[in-house]
């Protein structure tokens, strides 16, 4: 067993990538019009908030003023913020334009 | 007059088989895709089970775009500190028809759409279908998509547009979608050279392995697994959409604290991050089912949500693939016979309900609100390691308790009463039997 080894042992904190090293793995191509569209003035009145904490991509964030901000540039097109979302008409949700949006990878 | 005899809005595993069905069938098919390449909007765990393309595609196994055949199948159960492992190895499963297999989605999407072009389906990329054309009955007559003169017309469309369907939404089918009956699935492909993944592992060639975890989720109602590529490691979880929603957890939170349990993070040590990803996955089953067929539509895979969430059994592609093809025979069927309407086209239901598709649905009903309850994701995993802990530790002086006492014992401090199990035990019988 080397120290290093040794050294991992009990140790909670893993060496983590940042959220946006993170979110640079994933190609986009993104389109100039924003397929999802979030209405903070409804979010204003929430709060569980509830996309804050599923969205897998981290977009939607807390404003000081109680509001929301959602940035769709980095979008997995997945729907789960739309699903858990409790405030009707907060989020417009659509798929990008053709060929825009998320790009997985092949091997 | 139509544009073509059909349009298959999607062309992942379903839209692909249905187009391969109704090309081959001598039919005009149009397969649409929103993005760039079939498969580039798609992503799961990692395991395929392609058996249902023998008929398709004869031999599949020796072109497919296959990672590593699943040789090794093991089952985790987690707590924070402990882990039990069931594992099952087989060589039948290295060899020909073999079983399941780790492939890339766009890799395995991108080709088996290949196999749709081939058969003589226009497949058209970068299209994204906006809306349903329907006539002044409702009947569903074609689609609007976002190309310049982007209406296409057609004798029947087959919605394979994925989890959220807005076309299956759009013509009335959904009747239950809830938050409820939905899990976010999110990844991380991990790469690593070959030689240390094979040593890791316990495996060599294009032998591969797939663990299965409960217990990995941080609180949250979920899952975790970890497949092999050949030279990356999928590690990942799957989280209850409301239960998700109502931690202070974020789901990369919840991945790093499974990369950092001691039973994980000498699997992964040193690899680097390849690629971060999310989808749902419509774990509901047959309860949250919509209505498969309407004048002029079919609906299947995960649109229909098809996927097989049974906690033994994880599968999705291959009842997208069979839904599909099934969807494109019972279309060749209603055109030869002139008739698309909702009779015309009754035949897709019954093919389903004939085959392991709809049997398997309706056999497991209840599996998925079974796995993903309460007892069965905190609080056995907790009672399970616990007796394992207790059985195999040598407590000198003290005698050994017995096996009995053990259980009754950890049974009391996991908070699981003798009904409890009796009830659970039963119910585990009913929906797995």
Redesign the interface.
């Known amino acids: 067993m080397s120290d290093d080894t040794d050294d991992?042992?009990g140790?909670?904190t893993?060496p983590?990538?940042s959220?946006q090293?993170?979110?640079d793995?994933?190609r986009f191509?993104v389109h100039e019009r924003a397929h999802i569209v979030v209405d903070g003035t409804v979010c204003a009145d929430c709060s569980?908030r509830?996309c804050v904490?599923?969205c897998?991509?981290?977009l939607f964030v807390p404003t000081s003023d109680g509001g929301i901000v959602f940035n769709y540039e980095q979008c997995?097109?997945?729907?789960?913020c739309y699903?858990?979302c409790n405030r009707e008409g907060a989020i417009s949700w659509?798929?990008?334009?053709?060929?825009h949006?998320?790009?997985?990878?092949?091997? | 007059m139509v544009d073509v005899d059909a349009i298959v809005v999607g062309a992942g595993p379903a839209g692909a088989c249905a187009a391969i069905a109704l090309a081959r069938a001598g039919h005009s098919v149009v397969l649409i895709e929103?993005?760039?390449f079939a498969?580039?909007?798609?992503?799961y765990g990692g395991v395929v089970y392609p058996r249902i393309l023998d008929r398709l595609i004869p031999n599949w196994w020796e072109e497919a775009?296959i990672?590593r055949w699943v040789t090794r199948r093991s089952t985790m159960v987690m707590t924070g500190t402990q882990a039990l492992t069931v594992d099952f190895r087989s060589d039948a499963w290295g060899q020909p028809p073999y079983n399941g297999a780790t492939a890339?989605?766009?890799?395995f999407d991108?080709w088996l759409a290949g196999h749709a072009e081939t058969a003589g389906a226009q497949l058209l990329?970068?299209?994204?279908v906006?809306g349903l054309l329907r006539d002044a009955d409702g009947r569903v007559v074609g689609v609007r998509?976002?190309?310049p003169d982007g209406d296409l017309t057609a004798r029947v469309v087959i919605a394979c547009d994925g989890?959220?369907s807005?076309l299956a939404k759009e013509a009335g089918l959904y009747h239950h979608a809830d938050?409820k009956h939905?899990t976010?699935g999110?990844k991380e492909?991990l790469a690593l050279p070959k030689h240390v993944i094979d040593e890791r592992f316990g495996v060599r060639g294009r032998e591969g392995v797939d663990i299965e975890i409960i217990g990995c989720t941080s609180g949250v109602n979920g899952g975790g697994f970890i497949y092999t590529?050949?030279d990356t490691v999928a590690v990942g979880v799957v989280l209850k959409?409301?239960a998700?929603?109502?931690?202070?957890?974020?789901?990369?939170e919840i991945i790093?604290g499974m990369?950092?349990h001691?039973a994980v993070?000498p699997l992964i040590?040193g690899a680097e991050?390849?690629?971060?990803?999310?989808?749902?996955i419509p774990e509901g089953g047959l309860t949250m089912m919509p209505e498969l067929v309407t004048d002029g539509m079919l609906v299947a895979g995960d649109a229909a949500a098809m996927c097989l969430a049974a906690g033994i059994w994880l599968e999705g592609v291959n009842f997208a693939m069979a839904s599909g093809m099934y969807a494109g025979e019972a279309a060749t069927g209603a055109l030869r016979g002139g008739d698309t309407s909702r009779a015309g086209l009754a035949g897709y239901t019954r093919r389903l309900a004939d085959t392991f598709v709809l049997r398997d649905h309706r056999k497991f009903r209840r599996a998925p609100e079974l796995v993903l309850s309460d007892r069965v994701q905190h609080r056995y995993p907790q009672l399970v390691a616990a007796v394992a802990e207790r059985m195999f530790r040598v407590d000198n002086p003290n005698p050994k308790p017995g096996l009995r006492r053990i259980l009754a014992q950890e049974r009391r401090r996991a908070g699981v009463s003798r009904r409890d199990l009796a009830r659970d035990g039963w119910a585990g019988l009913r929906t797995f039997g």
């Open positions: 991992r042992v140790d909670e893993w983590e990538v959220f090293d993170r979110m793995t994933v191509d569980s509830d904490v599923a897998p991509a981290n997995f097109e997945c729907g789960t699903l858990v659509s798929y990008p334009e053709g060929g949006g998320v790009i997985f990878r092949k091997a | 929103r993005g760039p498969g580039s909007k798609n992503m775009p990672q890339y989605r766009p890799d991108h990329t970068s299209t994204t906006t998509t976002d190309r989890v959220n807005f938050a939905f976010l999110v492909t590529n050949l959409l409301p998700l929603a109502a931690q202070a957890l974020r789901p990369e790093a990369k950092a001691s993070a040590e991050l390849k690629e971060y990803s999310a989808h749902l």
